[in-house]
């Protein structure tokens, strides 16, 4: 197992300083990384600072988020199929920002779209605690968090159906196909202290989902408590996911592809899929935002198209290799 | 007293599952639990560990989780395994309400000593799913072995098992009992429990019908009012035999 976290650091670390030194600027690898660290004069610093380092950082947050909460929601619902977007808040925020963008808030601000996001996901959690009720059990909770993504999709949709011209309705469309590009450190600073609480309060619950393996009984009656581990759960995904969405749009796939390759490497413990999961989700992410930049530089190829390109069939492969013998 | 039940009562969707139960167990003892299809056994087990609301007493629901957890091992009937572990992996979990995350040397010792008294060496390392039946059920009952609380309570841990494996498994828990563990175990096989349980506790209709050993509980007239039927009891060199019929 050690090899392979080995492996997974030196993967995520080598992908953030090629994403660091990918660019339409044309810096070379000695300079741009002289100028990210030791600034000058010029607009070299700016263009690292300001512009890549933002960039490969949000992609590390946010793939990372992304893996650690499939990993958690996967465990947590003892499905292989569970994806952090099912709670409804990645939705919720999607709903956010495309309200930002329509009512031209977006505009007013640098961070009104981002902020507006972060609103509609944390309307998305409450609606999820007082669908779901203190008491209910996973179903539950799963049944909540699809109706909340119905209708947060449905009210995208509406959005979308209203737009008072084909520029405005572009602009939604693209910015739901989830992209890195031109963000701020402004950014970063936003969404990195939820998410970093919420990836702490996921790491309370590694212990419970290893519990959770022995089903939700014999969980209990080691010691696990459904009700305070379903919440922690639902506070730490909803704090990832929301910030997440906020600044890089719908990206799908990572949440459920990441876990689901790494298992087989972690001996499937839910406990050690969390980190592996969280450096596979920010590899994946890191490279996929490369490789955008790469494959179609002049043509603005999003992120999320990237990844359910990238995902959809590693995701026919595993259900090929299901089929055919193996386990999930 | 492991374990101490006191005017156990569950009521379900507005149905008395339940009544007024009161039931103890001792070091050293196998208490068989007996009775019918919808007798309320499963009830009574998660009810006496907390896992259900409940009114009355129970002696596990009022600890705290880790310690309820450190006083009594569960072994509930659905024999789930979520995901593809190893063997090993799978009973080191019994040291779940442990700290030292299943890596101290105590942990190594109790997940040791459960794999060898199971037999599970040889498929240490092997996918717990791609295990045969008795092989899995032997895996979770080293899980709660790990899990070295003096009380193991076990939802009809020989269903699904063959004759042998049946055996093997009541003789383990006889072993444990005769080591001064406290065991309450559900069971169908009247001949098995008759034979293996120190005690038998007959349960029907959400009561007690009758508590004691296993000569006095099964008798004729108190079968038929728990079962509905008469049985004709075969004595052996190795204990009676009990046939339905």
Known sequence: MRPLFAMLILVTAMLFAASLITGPAGLSVVDGLRALLLGGEGPMPIVMREIRLPRAVLGLVVGGGLGLTGAAMQGYLRNPLAEPGLIGVSGMAALGAVLAIQTGLSLSAAMALPLSALLGAGMGAGLLVALAGPRGGSVTLILAGIAISALANAGTALVLNLSPNPYAANEIVFWLMGSLADRSMLHVWLVLPPMVLGAMLIWTTARDLDALTLGENAAAAMGVSPTTLRWRLVAGVALIVGPATAVGGVIGFVGLVVPHILRPWVGARPSALLPASALGGAALVLAADIAVRLILPERDLKLGVLTAIVGAPLFLHLIWKTRSGGRM | ?245
């Open chain 2, 1 to 245: 007293m492991l374990l101490e039940l006191r005017e156990l009562s569950v009521i379900r969707r507005n149905r008395e599952v339940l009544r007024d139960v009161g039931l103890s167990i001792a070091a050293g003892e196998l208490v068989g639990l007996i009775g019918p299809n919808g007798a309320g056994k499963s009830t009574l087990m998660e009810a006496a560990i907390g896992l259900i609301p409940f009114s009355g007493v129970s002696n596990l629901a009022a600890m705290d989780a880790t310690a309820r957890a450190r006083a009594a091992a569960y072994l509930p009937q659905s024999r789930e395994i979520a995901w593809p572990v190893s063997v090993e992996d799978l009973v080191a979990l019994g040291r779940i309400p442990w700290p030292g995350s299943g890596r101290s040397s105590e942990d190594r010792k109790a997940i040791e000593a459960a794999m060898t008294r199971m037999g599970l060496e040889p498929f240490r390392h092997r996918t717990a799913l791609r295990l045969s039946g008795g092989e899995q059920a032997r895996a979770l009952i080293a899980r709660a072995l790990a899990q070295e609380a003096p009380l193991l309570i076990a939802d009809e841990p020989v269903a699904g098992l063959d004759p042998a494996q049946q055996l093997a498994c009541l003789r383990l828990f006889q072993g444990l009992a005769g080591e001064g563990r406290g065991l309450l175990v559900s069971i169908h096989d009247l001949g098995l429990a008759a034979r293996f349980c120190s005690r038998l506790v007959l349960l029907a209709k959400g009561r007690i019908l009758a508590d004691g050993s296993p000569d006095h509980v099964l008798r004729d007239e108190v079968i038929r009012e728990a079962f509905g039927i008469t049985t004709r009891r075969i004595d052996t060199p190795d204990g009676p035999a009990i046939l339905p019929i």
